[in-house]
């Protein structure tokens, strides 16, 4: 079953414009929430997390919000840049270092 | 920031081929690795999680005698594919992490062609 559900597989937006990628998760116990970049061919790369005990966490031009009561998470990328299409996945896990993902959102960056 | 190799990036063989792919953390130590699989447009699914000097723990259908797993260092974990068959070709991530509540960091992927 998944625990992790991007229900968004693409997302198209315009340069220097907001991106909002969305996540939803089922396990009240996930305590970790983790989003990461992936480029084709590539491994995917590390970009912000957040613990449970917080409800946002800013890094630059990304934010990730939680909310907690409605097991939901969202990663805001603004302004958006060309170099940022690519394919975005939400993370979650227990205290046990194990990740669940989501099916990933595909963001076109248009110029 | 954190890097994680692995290799080789590609491989092509035939079907019955034992196939090795090396995953290290180059700039840090990696108490717990973790292997993934992932189908195209699809995932990443765990297979197993390897931790140093122990068994590896596999997940829910994933055969341990096909997949063959060691993490020899606390740099170095090796996954091994066993009498390889079409079916498992796929694309293989590694990743690796040092603490718990600390990201995962993954290679860039093997990707795996059964001919």
């Known amino acids: 079953d998944q625990q992790v559900k991007q229900n968004s597989p693409s997302l198209s937006v315009q340069e220097g414009r907001i991106s909002i990628l969305n996540c939803d998760y089922t396990?009240?116990?996930?305590?970790?929430f983790l989003w990461y970049k992936k480029y084709p061919a590539e491994g995917p790369t590390f970009l912000i997390s957040i613990s449970s005990i917080k409800d946002k966490n800013e890094d630059g031009r990304f934010t990730v919000f939680l909310n907690k009561s409605a097991k939901h998470l969202s990663l805001h990328i603004v302004p958006s840049q060309p170099g940022d299409s690519a394919v975005y996945f939400c993370?979650?896990?227990?205290?046990?270092?194990?990740?669940?993902f989501g099916a990933g959102t595909t963001v076109t960056v248009r110029a | 920031g954190a890097v994680v190799s692995q290799h080789p990036s590609w491989v092509i063989c035939k079907s019955g081929t034992s196939v090795k792919i090396e995953c290290r953390s180059l700039d840090f130590q990696a108490t717990t690795m973790f292997w993934y699989r992932q189908f195209p447009k699809q995932s990443l699914m765990l297979m197993a999680t390897?931790?140093?000097?122990?068994?590896?723990?596999?997940e829910q259908g994933v055969e341990k005698d096909k997949f063959l797993i060691n993490h020899a260092s606390l740099t170095l974990s090796t996954l091994t594919v066993t009498s390889a068959h079409p079916e498992d070709s796929s694309f293989y991530i590694c990743?690796?992490?040092?603490?718990?509540?600390?990201?995962?960091?993954f290679g860039d992927g093997t990707r795996l062609s059964i001919l």
């Open positions: 990743s690796a992490v040092k603490n718990s509540n600390q990201p995962q960091h």
């Open positions: 396990n009240s116990m996930f305590d970790y």
């Open positions: 390897s931790n140093e000097g122990s068994k590896a723990t596999y």
């Open positions: 993370a979650a896990s227990l205290h046990d270092y194990k990740l669940s």
